[in-house]
Nanobody, 114 residues
Framework: QVRLVESGGGLVQAGGSLRLSCAAS????????MGWYRQAPGKERELVAA???????NYADSVKGRFTISRDNTKNTVSLQMNSLKPEDTAVYYC????????WGQGTQVTVSS
C-alpha cells in the first residue's frame, strides 16, 4: 500500500521560511516523479514544484526563485524548501507521486500571515 505522509506545515509570518517533507512508502520511490501541489480555499489545486525520477525540476512561475524541491532516494523523501513566503502562499500543500498512476498525501496546512 502506497503511503505519502507530509510534514512541516504551520503558521509563519510573511518573509519567513518553512520546509515541507514527504515520506513515501510502499512504492519504488526512485522510479516515481514527485511533486508538491497546493490548494487554497475556493481555488483549484495547482502544481507548485515537481522533480522527475532523474532529478529534473519544474516550478510554478509564482514560486520560482523562492522555493526549492529536492529528493533523497535513499530515504524515500521529497522536500520543499520555501523561502520569502507570502500571504498568497497560504494553502494546503499536497505531496504527489506519479508513475503512470498518481498517489496523493493527506496534505499539510501552510498559513502565511501578513
Amino acid at each position: 500500500q502506497v503511503r505519502l505522509v507530509e510534514s512541516g506545515g504551520g503558521l509563519v509570518q510573511a518573509g519567513g521560511s518553512l520546509r515541507l517533507s514527504c515520506a513515501a512508502s510502499g512504492l519504488a520511490f526512485g522510479s516515481y516523479a514527485m511533486g508538491w501541489y497546493r490548494q487554497a480555499p475556493g481555488k483549484e489545486r495547482e502544481l507548485v514544484a515537481a522533480i522527475s525520477s532523474g532529478g529534473i525540476t519544474n516550478y510554478a512561475d509564482s514560486v520560482k526563485g523562492r522555493f526549492t524541491i529536492s529528493r533523497d532516494n535513499t530515504k524515500n523523501t521529497v522536500s520543499l524548501q520555501m523561502n520569502s513566503l507570502k500571504p498568497e502562499d497560504t494553502a494546503v500543500y499536497y505531496c504527489r507521486a506519479a508513475a503512470g498512476y498518481a498517489h496523493w498525501g493527506q496534505g499539510t496546512q501552510v498559513t502565511v500571515s501578513s
